[in-house]
């Protein structure tokens, strides 16, 4: 069973003339730390890849060090604790599935990584989704008990609830933090973690371009030139 179509959103990042717009990605990764990871993991992402596109590396490796990773073992086959780095990925929530269901009421948070790529309607879907909550099921709906009613999930009982409320999180830049306006940054953070590499793209997609044009330009005056006489 298919769920509502989610809204088409005029994204600016997705322009193949636009970047991602870093400030947001900066807030967005600000509420998955403080809403999202509470339940899902972000597996593929290390804290090296936010230097530079969200934050400093001396930010990235303050927040690593919030963590504890294992040691390799040592001579003795002993492991033990160190505070993370910049090569380590962020930590997941849970051990495992299974404590990751225990405490979801059956259900599994997935690793929101490639979440954007994975999803039918990407960025327009998960916004949707998070924003599309509404007060009440509308009347004749039937929602199993443990689940919440959102239109946009295929099935529509879904087991995560309404978690973005306005004034949520405090942005440290003064943006308000609406509702909406964490889910647009939440999303578009999400985009940059499937696609990190898309401004690299872009930016080489328009040289190619530029110097494509170039060239044939250069092959037309050529092959002109090198007809003139035969025609
Ligand atoms: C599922 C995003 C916060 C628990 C999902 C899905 C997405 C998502 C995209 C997949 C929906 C699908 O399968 O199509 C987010 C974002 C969050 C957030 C962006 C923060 C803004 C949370 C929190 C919890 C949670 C805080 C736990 C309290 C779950 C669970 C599922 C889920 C249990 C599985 C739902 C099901 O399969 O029925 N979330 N989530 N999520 N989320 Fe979240």
């Known amino acids: 069973?298919?769920?509502?179509?989610?809204?088409?959103?005029?994204?600016?990042?997705?322009?193949?003339?636009?970047?991602?717009?870093?400030?947001?990605?900066?807030?967005?990764?600000?509420?998955?730390?403080e809403v999202c990871a509470a339940c899902h993991s972000l597996k593929r992402i290390p804290y090296r890849s936010l230097v530079g596109t969200m934050m400093t590396v001396d930010e990235a490796k303050a927040l690593a060090e919030e963590n504890e990773y294992d040691t390799d073992?040592?001579?003795e086959g002993e492991i033990e604790k160190r505070p993370g780095k910049l090569s380590d990925y962020i930590p997941s929530p849970y051990k495992?599935?299974?404590?990751?269901?225990?405490?979801?009421?059956?259900?599994?948070?997935?690793?929101?990584?490639?979440?954007?790529?994975?999803?039918h309607g990407g960025c327009n879907y998960i916004f949707s989704l998070l924003t599309g909550y509404p007060e009440e099921p509308p009347a004749g709906a039937t929602v199993q008990s443990g689940l919440n009613f959102n239109p946009y999930f295929p099935g529509t009982g879904i087991a995560m609830a309404r978690v973005l409320y306005d004034g949520?999180?405090?942005?440290?830049?003064?943006?308000?933090?609406?509702?909406?306006?964490?889910?647009?940054?939440?999303?578009?953070?999400?985009?940059?973690?499937?696609?990190?590499?898309?401004?690299?793209?872009?930016?080489?997609?328009?040289?190619?371009?530029?110097?494509?044009?170039?060239?044939?330009?250069?092959?037309?005056?050529?092959?002109?030139?090198?007809?003139a006489g035969i025609k």
């Open 96 to 119: 495992n599935d299974e404590a990751a269901r225990a405490a979801n009421n059956g259900a599994l948070p997935p690793d929101l990584s490639l979440m954007v790529k994975a999803r």
């Open 168 to 227: 949520l999180v405090e942005y440290e830049d003064g943006t308000a933090a609406t509702a909406s306006q964490m889910a647009k940054d939440v999303v578009e953070f999400l985009n940059w973690t499937a696609e990190p590499e898309m401004d690299e793209r872009k930016k080489m997609g328009i040289k190619v371009m530029i110097i494509g044009t170039a060239l044939l330009a250069l092959s037309g005056w050529v092959k002109r030139y090198k007809w």
């Open 73 to 75: 073992p040592n001579d």
């Open 1 to 33: 069973e298919e769920g509502l179509h989610p809204t088409q959103y005029p994204w600016e990042h997705t322009k193949w003339t636009k970047t991602f717009d870093h400030n947001s990605l900066r807030r967005g990764f600000q509420v998955y730390r």
